[in-house]
């Protein structure tokens, strides 16, 4: 199966309206970010326990680990989870940037360090959440 036809029956997984909003992100995101490279996690281990949500990755970008080791990951990040969808923007160095730009402009969502978690679209600034994932993808690692 491909990347984009696992993404694709995740989203048709979700319940509505998680999967409309999943399918609206998604396309949102690949129109700002068309050539990306597309990732697909499906939250299990090498073991296939489950260890976190399935997520879909757009970008990469390169982790470097303090012992020297380097890992290639997704810049952005969305994720289906109980309560609605997380949008996971990766390689800030700085942690209180997304909260301090973005915190009181998006709507009702909680911001962290690289994660912007909200119950539905309809609870957030769309236009907002757009500016943060672009600010994402512009990081250099």
Known sequence: ??????????????????????????????????NCKLWFLDGKDSEGKIVSNPNIGYGAYTISYTDGTTKEFYRIGISANTTGISVYIMGIDDKTYLAQAFGEKIGKAKVTGYCIKFKALKDIHIEVLKTAIQYGFAQDS
């Not at 696992?6 to 949102?28: A, C, F, G, T, W």
């Open 1 to 34: 199966m491909t990347i984009q036809d696992q993404i694709k029956e995740y989203i048709n997984s979700q319940p509505e309206p998680k999967r409309s909003d999943m399918m609206v992100l998604h396309h949102n995101i690949l129109e700002l970010l068309p």
